[in-house]
């Protein structure tokens, strides 16, 4: 068995990162690996202050302290890979070059667009960018994208271009999430990267679709003499199974959640109930009640905030289907795969890696959301016919489909059986 050094730099606020590390570390611990972790956090610089930014600026280039001590690790545990997530900004680019001295492998995931976009989500102005993609790195110095600091932004940059130089990039194999994900990277680093050195293998995802389905039985419906919701008691609820449709998605500008209820149908017999919080909470809030579209019999926007995973889920398996109607590219939208998981079909803006995996399922049902739910068919003699993509039972269409490529692509076993071959394969 693989000693695999596990190492990754957690962001002040925990997020989807951890969880996929967490996720890999226990399966391969249950395949019987021994797993050593590294883990930083970017809390350590959280209090650095004006005279500790200078070391802090020095460390996200190279951080001589952890190069020594992954090296040490490494021979110390006779490591055979070093599988990396995140390095930003504690650990830097110093994990390739102590694992290249040692003459040890590396597999990096790539979870977001850092490699070539400062700001990491190629997001810039209310809609995808991708100047530095095709320019070098200089638009994001002039447009201040990291942090809105030109300062900042300048120090992403030649950390980047400070380690192209070196070649370093060169030295891992890598792992994109999507085929969206590995042609964006491509493009950006062709000159440092070749298309053999990228595989593509997505996030796994466990199987509760069991334990959705007990928890289904607690959401409301029209003959529930409770009415209650799961999460939040709302008063005159009604709900039924594959009667409504769900967004689970935070609220905040790039999610696109405020433009899926602009476009909202006023007719549509179906309900949207939407689980997520954030800053846009009061202002979408404001806006349902203003169109009169507050729970009760007859309206059909349902704000819940947030809700446990778990009941997440119920929802999203109960649902006609998910609506993803994210305006970022995305890394690896888990809600989508979750969807899959369930048997429940997507809808999704045309944007990213949301639409890149809903069309491996249901190519149809990729929408240009601020053109609304109107699709046009072709018939007879030229003709066309518009319906809403609302309208249609996407359950019985895409369910088994969704679920079936569940089962080929991104369960724990499948998973697991890919990245031994990419371990392998070094």
Not at 300 to 308: A, T
Request: hydrophobic fraction near 35%; proline fraction near 4%; charge should be neutral.
């Amino acid at each position: 068995m693989q000693r695999v050094l596990f190492v990754h730099n957690e962001y002040q606020i925990r997020g989807g990162e951890d969880t996929v590390v967490d996720n890999e570390v226990a399966l391969l611990r249950a395949h019987g690996h021994e797993v050593i972790e590294y883990r930083r956090s970017n809390l350590e610089y959280k209090d650095a202050g004006k005279l500790g930014m200078f070391s802090v600026a020095k460390n996200t280039i190279f951080n001589r302290k952890v190069y020594k001590e992954i090296l040490a690790l490494i021979r110390e545990k006779h490591v055979d890979v070093v599988h990396v997530h995140n390095t930003f900004n504690v650990i830097s680019p110093s994990v390739y070059y102590a694992a290249k001295k040692a003459g040890v492998p590396v597999v990096q995931t790539i979870h977001n667009f850092r490699f070539f976009c400062i700001n990491a989500l190629m997001y810039r102005d209310g809609k995808p960018c991708e100047l530095c993609a095709n320019r070098a790195l200089k638009p994001g110095i002039q447009h201040k994208c990291y942090h809105d600091s030109k300062l900042q932004s300048m120090l992403c940059a030649y950390t980047l271009w400070h380690h192209r130089r070196k070649g370093i990039y060169s030295y891992p194999k890598y792992i994109a999430l999507t085929d969206f994900g590995k042609e964006k990277f491509c493009q950006a680093m062709k000159d440092y990267v070749k298309p053999e050195q990228v595989t593509v293998l997505p996030n796994f995802v466990a199987d509760e679709r069991e334990e959705a389905e007990k928890l289904l039985q607690d959401l409301p419906t029209k003959d529930s003499a409770e009415q209650k919701s799961v999460g939040e008691k709302i008063e005159n609820w009604h709900l039924k199974r594959n009667e409504y449709y769900v967004c689970v998605s935070r609220l905040d500008a790039t999610k696109g959640v405020k433009l899926l209820v602009e476009q909202w149908p006023a007719g549509e017999k179906y309900p949207l109930v939407i689980c997520g919080d954030g800053p846009l909470r009061e202002e979408l809030t404001a806006y349902i009640s203003e169109r009169g579209y507050l729970p009760g019999e007859n309206k059909h926007i349902w704000l819940l905030g947030n809700v446990p995973h778990d009941q997440a889920l119920a929802y999203i398996k109960g649902a006609k289907a998910l609506i993803f109607p994210s305006l970022l590219y995305e890394g690896f939208p888990m809600t989508i795969a979750e969807a899959a998981m369930l048997g429940t079909p997507v809808i999704a803006n045309d944007i990213g890696n949301g639409a890149a995996l809903v069309r491996q399922m249901s190519p149809d049902t990729v929408i240009r959301l601020a053109d609304g739910f109107t699709q046009t068919a072709n018939e007879t003699e030229g003709a066309t016919k518009s319906t809403s993509i609302l309208d249609r039972d996407l359950k019985s269409e895409y369910g088994d489909i969704y679920r079936k490529w569940y089962e080929e692509h991104i369960t724990a076993d499948a998973h697991y059986d890919a990245l031994m071959r990419i371990y392998d394969n070094q």
